[in-house]
């Protein structure tokens, strides 16, 4: 049975959500309380397996809650969120505070997306509720420190110059990318494109917490010409890849490992165009997206990097890429930034 924990300061929408919840023979509502001041005692007295955290609350908000409880009483929580857009990255301000995930809150029963959005909803509580959450997602040092590659020597460089990174991620990937992204500022000489798989409205809160990291950030749009040292970031509901002319292609055709934009799409894209010339890198996850595709990247000569378990806040994604073998490298955050500096200073030498 799954414990959890609604904090949602709205009568209505914490009486859909236990409904929603109730509803589920694997899961109970143990409490629910209106203010971030309240889910702290809460979170002792009912011992939750999971929180379902609201943003915006009387007394305390979601993020500070967030934050004291992952300081006191680390457990899994996820950021359920009705505001979009203009407010999204107060959303991801909740993952830098330990939160390991957000979602859009369920619409009413009558809606038409009501039992898919339902349906995500409850397979997200179910193995965000298996996670063993401890302090260190509190803490983005752990993410941003500068950390020595031991064997330096021992990279593999793509046969060609570094056209093209294509990274993919999900459960996690927003803090993991905006750490990459701002070390690597300074000596970027290649487009990045980016699949991430996120709630629907929140792209652009992506776009805009990456833009602390320097670089020019881009939601994509088709036929749009890559610039170096540009990133593009895959927009909402369609798959982003890339043409032999250096332009990005979006297109909606079916759905990949229940994704659109999926990482697999892009992968194989930049495996089959950009071949040796390309870095593939796949971040923390659930599921299985991209993870073959990543190994097709590897076979056709490019340099493959996969996130390690200790880092992830999902082993999903990055774990099957290194059962299949598909990652030349399996490293934490900062040792992929230092990774790819080095090869950046390589290409600007070689020039």
């Given at each position: 049975?799954?414990?959890?924990?609604?904090?949602?300061?709205?009568?209505?929408?914490?009486?859909?959500?236990?409904?929603?919840?109730?509803?589920?023979?694997?899961?109970?509502?143990?409490?629910?309380?209106?203010?971030?001041?309240?889910?702290?005692?809460?979170?002792?007295?009912?011992?939750?397996?999971?929180?379902?955290?609201?943003?915006?609350?009387?007394?305390?908000?979601?993020?500070?809650?967030?934050?004291?409880?992952?300081?006191?009483?680390?457990?899994?929580?996820?950021?359920?969120?009705?505001?979009?857009?203009?407010?999204?990255?107060?959303?991801?301000?909740?993952?830098?505070?330990?939160?390991?995930?957000?979602?859009?809150?369920?619409?009413?029963?009558?809606?038409?997306?009501?039992l898919s959005v339902v349906k995500d909803l409850l397979?997200?509580?179910?193995?965000?509720?298996?996670?063993?959450?401890?302090?260190?997602?509190?803490?983005?040092?752990?993410?941003?420190?500068?950390?020595?590659?031991?064997?330096?020597?021992?990279?593999?460089?793509?046969?060609?110059?570094?056209?093209?990174?294509?990274?993919?991620?999900?459960?996690?990937?927003?803090?993991?990318?905006?750490?990459?992204?701002?070390?690597?500022?300074?000596?970027?000489?290649?487009?990045?494109?980016?699949?991430?798989?996120?709630?629907?409205?929140?792209?652009?809160?992506?776009?805009?917490?990456?833009?602390?990291?320097?670089?020019?950030?881009?939601?994509?749009?088709?036929?749009?010409?890559?610039?170096?040292?540009?990133?593009?970031?895959?927009?909402?509901?369609?798959?982003?890849?890339?043409?032999?002319?250096?332009?990005?292609?979006?297109?909606?055709?079916?759905?990949?490992?229940?994704?659109?934009?999926?990482?697999?799409?892009?992968?194989?894209?930049?495996?089959?165009?950009?071949?040796?010339?390309?870095?593939?890198?796949?971040?923390?996850?659930?599921?299985?997206?991209?993870?073959?595709?990543?190994?097709?990247?590897?076979?056709?000569?490019?340099?493959?990097?996969?996130?390690?378990?200790?880092?992830?806040?999902?082993?999903?994604?990055?774990?099957?890429?290194?059962?299949?073998?598909?990652?030349?490298?399996?490293?934490?955050?900062?040792?992929?930034?230092?990774?790819?500096?080095?090869?950046?200073?390589?290409?600007?030498?070689?020039?």
């Amino acid at each position: 049975m799954i414990r959890v924990l609604i904090c949602e300061d709205s009568p209505t929408s914490r009486a859909l959500m236990i409904h929603i919840l109730n509803s589920d023979p694997e899961m109970r509502v143990v409490g629910t309380v209106n203010n971030g001041e309240a889910a702290i005692s809460a979170v002792i007295d009912k011992k939750p397996n999971i929180v379902m955290m609201d943003v915006h609350m009387p007394k305390m908000d979601g993020f500070e809650a967030t934050r004291r409880i992952m300081n006191t009483s680390p457990l899994p929580i996820i950021i359920v969120s009705s505001t979009l857009n203009d407010q999204a990255i107060g959303t991801f301000n909740a993952l830098e505070a330990g939160a390991l995930a957000f979602i859009q809150h369920p619409p009413a029963i009558d809606h038409p997306d009501h039992l898919s959005v339902v349906k995500d909803l409850l397979l997200m509580i179910r193995l965000m509720s298996e996670i063993k959450v401890v302090r260190r997602w509190v803490n983005r040092d752990q993410l941003t420190s500068t950390q020595r590659i031991e064997k330096s020597t021992d990279i593999k460089l793509a046969q060609d110059e570094v056209k093209l990174i294509a990274i993919g991620a999900s459960t996690g990937g927003p803090i993991v990318l905006q750490s990459i992204l701002s070390a690597i500022a300074p000596d970027l000489t290649c487009p990045v494109l980016i699949v991430q798989h996120i709630a629907p409205g929140f792209v652009e809160g992506l776009a805009e917490l990456l833009g602390s990291c320097g670089l020019p950030i881009h939601i994509a749009t088709d036929a749009e010409l890559m610039l170096p040292g540009h990133v593009y970031i895959a927009p909402e509901d369609w798959h982003m890849g890339i043409d032999r002319k250096g332009k990005i292609k979006l297109d909606n055709s079916v759905s990949e490992h229940g994704m659109r934009p999926s990482v697999s799409h892009l992968f194989r894209s930049v495996a089959n165009v950009a071949g040796s010339s390309a870095i593939g890198i796949l971040l923390t996850g659930m599921g299985r997206d991209g993870a073959e595709e990543l190994k097709l990247m590897r076979d056709q000569g490019a340099l493959t990097i996969a996130q390690d378990e200790q880092s992830s806040v999902v082993y999903g994604m990055p774990g099957e890429a290194s059962r299949l073998d598909a990652a030349d490298h399996v490293l934490p955050p900062s040792s992929i930034a230092t990774m790819l500096n080095q090869l950046f200073k390589n290409e600007k030498r070689k020039s």
